[in-house]
């Protein structure tokens, strides 16, 4: 209940602020897209797994250290009040030009207004609808300070406790929108970068396109063939078979996003 | 008294919040204004609560072009009030509940960030310039040093601190009095004795901060002085270090083994040494440890520069990749061994470096027999073979290969290797024959002796272009091969032929054989983006060897004399061309290619007794034109099903050996003839897999089939007679037939019953083949049918017990088409159970047991192999350094190489006798300390 009350005060806030400066020096610019180059690391992503013994980190980032890395690209389409995250079309890594991977059913559609989340993926080879009002990450802030696209960006920690990741986020100071890339927001501003348990996973803006958006944010006209499922039903969705894969001692991170 | 005290406790603790609230409102609204210290508003600047236990995020709002901002209606309690705005040091305060409605904080001053820190930091760097508090920080990884520089010289680079000729150091323009390492002053007060002898990789980051005077801290009096400190953050090891593990072992039978390795490595460099020796039949080291011993250079070996499709031109030099130091015993005889060697890898973005040497030697003592029954269209004989071998074989290898991003579009591929080997074979067979079953023929002794030395040299340089489109490059390879062998073979036989009266033959041989082979390779490949979902592929592949072999035989007995009818030389180029494409489409989980090459191989070959003598039949050229099709297809459904297919036509090249017109004949019943008129083999190969993975139920499935059909294939037809002076002799001679063919498919996979706990394992296979052949004059076809099955249950029911259990049955039915009442029911069953077993917190016991039994119901055969083994291990020692290993193998004492095959027109079975029951007692040291849990599946 207290984080409930406290999440729809958080919005309230935001929503009061933009109620209040209609005409502030962002509204109209506040609009666009922008591309993630997220870079998976699988050998930090193993190393990240508590419950494999230290014999066996210590192994996989001997013998895979350097060479794990794995590049995409998404996008994450936002105004004041909306955003959706997909996966690009475009291939970060050359070596990937010529073959086609079939596409996941995936978006993560967020309504700051309405306080509402509308997210398509497949989990564990099923495909779920997530329904639910928007509940966002209890960050920590911390005080550091960089330049991500061209942005000054803070930072802030969330740990998620369900698949252990350590989650540092960097928004940027002069795009106060909420959003963010996967399923992260709920930050003063825009999210440009976002580091999952060391490198495992980062996911860094590398351009920023201010524009009006068309349709970028509907959702797809075909009717999306899903199984309907709250956030707390997706929680325990996750947290099981995390638990399955630490009982079978092998990472949870195959079937699922990270 | 208590139980009167306690609902009134209860009373007062339910009111003090009340209580609490009645001082201060339940709801509060914080507001007030924010200014820079030039008192211009802040204009839109990022006001945050935070929750001050943790700093989680409580409300955040934005100050308005006034720099004026509030919270309204917030509740009323302890806060971090937090402040950040773009050019400026973030603002935190702590903020109490208030007492009244509204807390006005009044005016707010911002300090600025200098414009040299937030330019050249922040901007340039891309360094995340760290603020807590006073302290500012700064990434020394992100400012590049040459390699060598101290951290002086890292300092000059970082905005804001400035270094003197006399390495003093200035910061905010103040002078640094005390420099800390990790937070302990070092050697000394003088602050510049860390920053003059410390070398700047080792430190992570640098962090400059005010600190309270000398004095002050002395007195405990703040006198309000404050120095500047510098505090130097040393990098984190665990990138650097050393690991390594040490055997020794001794056991009953006089059995014993060691082994070692040892890597050193950092973020960039990995050195290695590997060593073993043992008398257990471990001809080489373990997976693992050969995964260790190489490194990250361990999964390199794929690029051939061999472009285009189902590439088979000149490809025979094949070195494996292991250079033989992983044990690869084939069950059969007792071996003494001896190996080890050293691997170097460089790596970073740019470089990939890999150099490695290795040297391993393996002497082989076989004891074997072998019954085999050759059938006729009239009759059968049976060879009743017990051999003696002793070998040796030793092996150098080195092997070097870079790889070099030359820039963000060229990539630059050089690798060689190069190996010397030595082996020393002694061979002794005594043979028996009996022909239909009754009737003895001959006995035949056959002594031979065998030295070789060769070494072979293989190099390949691959380059890859990039161009700016998408999807287009440009790929070109070169390859150059060399090996050279010397050989000699001392050949002996006794035949005696039981006729009235008997005939003893003797022949003494002596074979002196020379090979060179040289090769030259290049390929060819360019890709073009048609369209989005099109690609267009088109490649050129060249080879061109020379090999050059002398065999001359010589009669010991007359004065090593040459024996002209059997001595060859001969020199054989072989030319391969081919100009090729395929098209491909991609789109959606679909990825198909369809592709045709035009291939054009050149044979020539002459053929005398000797080097510089006159040729025995004009030069053999021979030109062979082909079109090569190609298809392939994958598809991924949705839900984790992936479906492949493909088909080829595989043209490939006679050997040189079944080319040569001159009859070996070591061996005086078993004489092998070359035929010089023999085509390449041709074949149409399909083949098709599904796999079905479940991420939920973890369940796992694969099958696939694949078919070859030849249009022409290379089989040794036999013409088996009778010949009074020899008893049977089997005379064999390569020739080109169609209708061969081979069919196999094959099914695994694995289904949790109850996940983690209890997962079930099935496979199977099933394979059948045609195979005609010529058998004196007369058409056989032998057709083999042969069917396995496995099933399996693996059971854990705790972290500390892993049990499995499991069975095999396998039938090979072999029928000839000459001879049906001949035709052969092969089986091989077997049955397996282990189990691991953590029964102390240090102690683990593993034993295995498997059961085979051999069975061929028309010879009559049946054998059954007990094997079990058992073993405890006991962890001890500071981080479980120290194992203590006693182990027993074989401990019914049953352990014997069996296998039977059938082919053609014969079948035959080996059995071969090999290391049985020893106990053994080991000492083990890693480094890095044993693992004190069973080890489950390896996923990697």
């Not at chain 1, 999440?7 to 005409?23: C, K, M, N, R």
């Not at chain 2, 006073?134 to 951290?151: H, L, Q, W």
């Not at chain 2, 460099?269 to 060593?275: D, E, M, R, T």
């Amino acid at each position: 209940m207290f984080k409930q009350t406290r999440f729809s005060l958080f919005f309230g806030a935001l929503l009061a602020f933009v109620a209040l400066f209609p005409e502030n020096m962002y509204s109209q610019e506040l609009e666009g897209d922008i591309r993630y180059l997220v870079t998976h690391n699988w050998t930090k992503k193993t190393i990240a797994l508590d419950y494999l013994s230290k014999q066996q980190r210590e192994r996989a980032a001997y013998m895979w250290g350097n060479r794990s890395e794995w590049k995409v690209y998404t996008t994450l389409y936002f105004t004041p009040t909306e955003s959706k995250y997909e996966d690009s079309e475009e291939r970060a890594e050359p070596d990937d030009e010529g073959y086609s991977w079939r596409k996941e059913a995936f978006f993560i559609k967020r309504n700051f207004a309405q306080n509402t989340l509308y997210d398509v993926f497949t989990l564990l080879g099923k495909t779920y609808i997530v329904e639910d009002s928007l509940r966002a990450p209890e960050w920590k802030i911390l005080n550091d300070m960089k330049e991500v696209a061209g942005h000054i960006c803070m930072n802030a920690y969330w740990e998620d406790t369900i698949k252990q990741q350590r989650i540092t986020a960097w928004f940027a100071l002069d795009l106060p929108v909420p959003a963010g890339p996967e399923r992260l927001c709920g930050l003063p501003g825009l999210i440009l970068e976002a580091d999952y348990n060391d490198g495992a996973m980062n996911i860094a803006a590398n351009r920023i396109q201010m524009k009006k958006l068309d349709k970028e944010l509907d959702l797809p006209k075909k009717k999306i063939k899903g199984k309907k499922i709250s956030e707390d039903e997706y929680a325990t969705i996750v947290r099981k078979h995390v638990e399955e894969k630490r009982k079978a001692e092998e990472p949870w991170f195959w079937g699922m996003r990270y | 008294m208590k139980r009167i005290l306690l609902p009134l406790w209860l009373c007062l603790l339910w009111l003090s919040p009340t209580l609490l609230q009645a001082q201060n409102p339940s709801r509060v609204t914080i507001k007030g204004i924010v200014r820079d210290t030039t008192e211009a508003e802040a204009a839109y600047a990022t006001v945050m609560l935070l929750n001050p236990t943790d700093s989680t995020l409580v409300n955040f709002s934005r100050s308005d072009e006034n720099g004026l901002f509030s919270f309204k209606n917030v509740k009323n309690t302890a806060y971090i009030f937090k402040i950040s705005y773009i050019g400026h040091i973030p603002y935190q305060q702590h903020l109490n509940p208030s007492p009244t409605d509204i807390n006005d904080l009044g005016m707010v001053y911002l300090k600025p960030i200098s414009q040299e820190l937030m330019e050249v930091v922040i901007r340039t760097a891309k360094a995340p310039l760290r603020i807590r508090g006073d302290t500012i920080e700064y990434d020394a990884t992100t400012f590049k040093v040459p390699p060598g520089s101290t951290v002086e010289d890292l300092l000059r680079r970082l905005p804001g601190i400035e270094v003197a000729a006399d390495g003093s150091i200035k910061a905010q323009g103040r002078d640094v009095q005390k420099v800390y390492v990790d937070g302990k002053t070092f050697f000394g007060d003088d602050p510049k004795s860390a920053t003059k002898n410390l070398g700047a990789e080792t430190i992570s980051k640098v962090q400059v901060y005010d600190e309270k005077s000398e004095q002050a801290k002395l007195t405990g009096i703040d006198d309000g002085k404050k120095e500047k400190a510098m505090n130097l953050e040393l990098k984190e090891e665990y990138k650097k270090g050393s690991f390594g593990k040490l055997t020794g072992a001794v056991g009953t039978e006089d059995r014993w083994a060691a082994r070692g390795n040892y890597n050193r490595f950092n973020e960039k460099q990995q050195l290695s040494f590997i060593g073993y020796a043992n008398n257990i039949n471990e001809t080489g080291v373990n997976w693992e440890d050969y995964g260790e011993f190489k490194g990250q250079n361990a999964f390199n070996d794929f690029d051939n520069g061999d472009f285009g499709f189902g590439y088979n031109g000149g490809g025979r030099y094949y070195s494996s990749s292991d250079n033989g130091l992983r044990n690869n015993f084939d069950g059969r005889g007792f071996t003494k061994n001896f190996g080890g060697g050293v691997n170097y890898n460089f790596d970073n973005k740019k470089t990939k470096y890999n150099a490695s040497y290795v040297y391993n030697e393996t002497t082989l003592d076989l004891d074997q027999l072998s019954l085999r029954e050759t059938f006729l269209n009239d009759g059968s004989f049976t060879n009743t073979d017990t051999s003696t071998r002793l070998e040796f074989r030793g092996n150098h290898s080195i092997a070097t290969r870079i790889e070099q991003n030359l820039d963000s579009s060229n990539l630059l591929i050089v690798k060689a290797n190069l190996g010397f080997s030595n082996s020393n074979n002694q061979n002794r067979q005594a043979q028996y024959f009996i022909e239909n079953n009754t009737t003895p023929t001959n006995s035949l002794l056959l002594d031979n002796g065998t030295l070789l030395d060769s070494w072979r040299l293989s190099s390949a340089a691959i380059f890859r272009h990039r161009f700016k489109k998408k999807g287009r490059s440009f790929a070109a390879s070169a390859g150059y091969n060399n090996s050279q062998s010397d050989g000699r073979e001392n050949i002996f036989s006794l035949n005696e032929v039981f006729t009235a009266p008997t005939r003893t033959d003797q022949i003494r041989q002596l074979n002196l054989n020379d090979n060179a082979t040289e090769q030259f390779k290049s390929s060819l490949l360019y890709t073009e983006p048609l369209h989005k979902r099109w690609f267009l592929e088109a490649f050129y592949n060249f080879s061109h060897s020379a090999n050059a072999v002398n065999r001359q035989v010589q009669d010991p007995e007359l004065n090593n004399e040459r024996i002209t009818d059997l001595s060859v030389f001969y020199d054989f180029t072989t030319q391969f061309n081919r100009l090729g494409a395929d098209i491909r489409y991609s789109h959606e989980g679909l990825n198909a290619s369809a592709g045709l090459a035009g291939q054009r191989l050149d044979l020539d070959g002459r053929y005398a007794t000797d080097r510089d003598m006159p040729l025995l039949t004009d030069p053999i050229k021979r030109t062979f034109d082909n079109a090569v099709p190609y298809l392939e297809l994958e598809y991924e459904f949705p839900n984790n099903v992936w479906i492949s297919a493909d088909y080829t036509y595989n043209v490939s090249e006679p050997r040189l050996t079944d080319l040569q017109p001159i009859p070996n004949v070591n061996n005086p019943a078993f004489r092998n003839e070359g035929n010089p008129n023999l085509t390449p083999e041709r074949s149409h190969s399909f083949s098709a897999n599904l796999n079905y993975w479940n991420p939920a139920s973890f369940a796992n499935v694969g099958i696939g089939a694949n078919f070859s059909q030849f249009d022409n294939q290379i089989i040794y037809n036999q013409t088996i007679d009778f010949v009074d002076s020899i008893g049977f002799r089997t005379t064999a001679r390569p020739d080109n037939v169609s209708g061969g063919n081979r069919f196999n498919t094959y099914l695994w996979s694995s289904f949790p019953i109850v996940k983690t706990k209890l997962t079930m394992n099935l496979n199977g296979n099933l394979n059948a083949g045609r195979s005609p052949a010529f058998v004196n004059g007369i058409e056989n076809e032998t057709d083999n049918l042969g069917y396995n099955f496995n099933l399996g249950f693996s059971f854990t029911p705790s972290p500390k017990l892993i049990l499995y259990a499991g069975g095999n049955l396998g039938f090979n039915n072999i029928s000839y088409s000459i001879r049906e009442d001949q035709n052969q029911k092969i089986q091989n069953h077997g049955a397996n159970a282990s189990a691991k077993w953590q029964f102390a917190a240090k102690t683990f016991l593993e034993s295995n047991f498997t059961y085979s039994l051999f069975r061929n119901d028309r010879f009559d055969f049946k054998q059954e192999v007990p094997i079990l083994n058992a073993s405890v291990r006991h962890l001890l020692g500071p981080s479980n350094r120290f194992e203590l290993r006693l182990a027993a193998f074989d401990i019914f004492n049953r352990r014997v190489s069996i296998t039977q095959t059938g082919n053609q027109n014969y079948v035959v079975r080996n059995t071969a006798s090999t290391l049985a029951r020893y106990f053994m007692l080991s000492v083990s040291y890693n480094m890095r300390g044993y693992e004190s849990k069973i080890k489950k599946g390896g996923w990697w």
